[in-house]
């Protein structure tokens, strides 16, 4: 049954703390079984009232006494076991939660980015707030009170039998037709708060769709549109709650009235019996003690066990989101890689994307740099550049072939180790809500304060980041939005230069800079790039004239490669990219006899190697662009 299975994964999280859980509920038993034990006292006193006209008096009272001593003591032990639960449940709870989040947290940012592609942030951060929020409310609700009430209701109430089985029975009676009731409700309402849940969902990744784009919302006068799509869905989630709440309202006005019913039942029973002989005023008293004890417990165990139902979508979703299995993995015995010397190799890779077209991504894809290589990756959009880079840094793992650093495979080296070794620069430059300092340390945490100025320098940042209201204790805003974006992609270039990683990529890194700015930090680039291999992903073709190796991709796959002024001698894809961007004064002077011999260090292959045939082009993903 799926309530059992996931509410049995809520308890399996206190697994850390197993103890302490066990503690809780032996006091829990305790507190239910000193419960029981009260009413049976009560019923004892009451007899021995109603026998004293038949015994000497201080027998009477010694028997009293007798019993409010032990009545005492059963009261303050169950004071005690109660201070226990309360105070240790609570604790218990909130660190649980807080560690329920950190594995939920920590799980999500390891997953690759096509789960990120394919799941809204808004969303995944709804799952994962509501989760631990659920979370926290069964673990402290189910160990402050509702644990000594199951204990109550599975064991000791039969146990009451053996006090007067008739009046017993009816308990059970009524008892086993509350639980039948419980039952058929969430038989007959589980699926439609399943679909209440995912309107939950959709509200969540419509909000923070719509928060994330304030800019454009306002550009295209999107406010009313916005709000009505947004009421919609409320609208559609009411819709769905409502046939909910009504049947566990109706469940909620029949056990309230159960109370009344069951006081009723035992009263006329036990009279029955009282004038029969079979049943004595304690037993009567007891029992009654017993039926209001029990349908008060069931009234709260009610609301537990709706809120139960209400939340097990949530964290079945909650559950999903962790069973959700990286498809990049890190083996058992990978090791650290240390800092690489840069030597990189692409053998026959092939990848494609889950759930695409079923055409490679990048197909057959061979090359190989020695270290302090600078390659060129050009071609038109969708042409495999950036999808072979998210490879090389392990984004995703190709179907076949291997990636090689060093002469390793990239599969049988940690993932810290690797990334720890590359540097990246994207086109689109991302940043944290925090300071500029923070952002430029993403790296290298332990960088000095002068390191960090020199390497802002060196990306022409310096200037514009001691213009900041608070230099570089500056926070800038969301995702940077508070920064131009000439000045993120400064700062990105600043982080690269301060991690001073043995491998580049550089994607597009200066395309939101205008003309000056971006030849100063052509310039810091350079200084940069020196001794290192880097790999530049460019659409702007002036930018990769002095690139060791040039790489022409077309359909996932290369189909030219060599220096610049050989590729354009050529006449072939890339001559043709040239005169339509740079035009007949990017020709080279004279054509060399023989052709131009490609850089030393640098493995090409030769023409007749290359792929002569084209496949459906597949644009690059923006999972791992």
Not at 6 to 27: D, F, H, K, M, N
Not at 87 to 108: K, Q, S, T
Not at 524 to 546: D, K, N, Y
Not at 597 to 612: K, Q, S
Request: proline share 4%; with cysteine; aromatic share 8%.
């Amino acid at each position: 049954m799926e309530f059992v299975r996931i509410y049995s994964r809520v308890l399996g999280l206190l697994r850390p703390e197993c103890r302490l859980a066990i503690t809780l509920a032996v006091a829990n038993v305790l507190v239910a079984v000193l419960a029981y034990v009260e009413p049976v006292l009560f019923g004892r006193i009451v007899d021995v009232l109603a026998k004293g006209s038949d015994r000497p008096p201080e027998q009477t009272w010694s028997d009293a006494i007798r019993l409010l001593a032990i009545w005492g003591g059963v009261g303050l032990g169950g004071i005690l076991a109660n201070i226990l639960v309360s105070l240790h449940a609570d604790r218990l709870a909130h660190r649980r939660r807080l560690a329920a989040m950190a594995l939920f947290f920590e799980h999500v940012l390891s997953l690759p980015t096509a789960f990120h592609s394919e799941s809204h942030s808004g969303r995944v951060l709804k799952i994962m707030l509501s989760g631990v929020d659920s979370l926290f409310g069964v673990w402290l609700a189910f160990f402050r009170e509702h644990l000594a009430t199951f204990v109550a209701i599975l064991v000791l109430l039969p146990l009451s039998l053996s006090m007067n089985w008739r009046l017993g029975l009816l308990l059970v009676v009524l008892i086993a037709a509350f639980a039948v009731l419980t039952a058929l409700v969430i038989a007959r309402t589980e699926r439609r708060q399943g679909k209440v849940e995912e309107y939950h969902a959709r509200l969540a990744t419509r909000a923070g769709d719509a928060l994330g784009n304030v800019p454009l919302i306002h550009s295209y006068v999107r406010l009313a549109a916005e709000a009505r799509a947004l009421a919609y869905t409320m609208r559609r989630v009411l819709a769905a709650q409502y046939p909910v709440l009504n049947l566990w309202a109706l469940v909620s006005v029949l056990t309230r009235a159960a109370s009344t019913i069951t006081v009723v039942s035992i009263f006329l029973l036990g009279t029955w019996l009282n004038l029969r002989g079979q049943a004595s005023v304690g037993e009567i008293v007891s029992f009654m003690g017993f039926a209001t004890l029990l349908i008060g417990r069931l009234d709260h165990a009610m609301g537990f066990v709706s809120r139960l139902f209400f939340q097990m979508h949530g964290l079945a979703q909650f559950f999903s989101v962790l069973d959700t299995e990286s498809s990049v993995k890190q083996k058992p015995d990978a090791q650290t890689l240390g800092r690489a010397r840069g030597d990189v190799e692409f053998y026959h890779v092939t990848f494609a994307y889950e759930g695409g077209s079923g055409v490679p991504a990048i197909h057959d894809l061979t090359f190989s740099v020695k270290a302090g290589t600078t390659v060129a990756l050009v071609g038109s959009t969708g042409a495999g550049k950036s999808t072979a880079m998210a490879l090389l840094h392990r984004l995703a793992d190709p179907q076949s072939g291997t990636i090689r650093i060093d002469g390793i495979d990239i599969r049988d080296i940690t993932l810290d180790s690797l990334r720890q070794n590359i540097g990246v620069v994207f086109q689109d430059t991302t940043m944290f809500f925090r300071t500029i300092a923070d952002n430029l340390r993403v790296g290298r945490p332990e960088a000095t304060d002068e390191e960090l100025i020199a390497a802002a320098k060196l990306a022409e940042a310096h200037d514009f980041i001691v213009r900041q209201p608070r230099g570089y204790e500056t926070r800038v805003g969301e995702r940077g939005v508070t920064l131009s974006g000439g000045e993120r992609q400064r700062i990105a270039i600043a982080r690269a230069l301060l991690k001073d990683p043995p491998i580049l990529i550089l994607d597009e890194a200066t395309s939101a800079l205008d003309a000056a700015t971006e030849a100063r930090v052509q310039t810091a680039l350079h200084a940069l790039m020196a001794g290192r291999t880097t790999f530049i992903i460019a659409h702007r073709l002036s930018t990769v004239r002095e690139a060791d190796l040039i790489l022409v991709f077309k359909d996932g796959a290369v189909r030219e490669r060599g220096t610049f002024d050989d590729l354009v001698r050529r006449g072939g894809l890339f001559a043709n990219l040239v005169r339509t961007q740079l035009g007949p004064a990017a020709q080279p002077a004279a054509p060399a006899a023989g052709g131009m011999a490609p850089a030393a260090g640098v493995g090409v292959a030769d023409e007749a190697d290359e792929p002569v045939d084209s496949t459906t082009a597949v644009p690059d993903s923006p999972r791992l662009a």
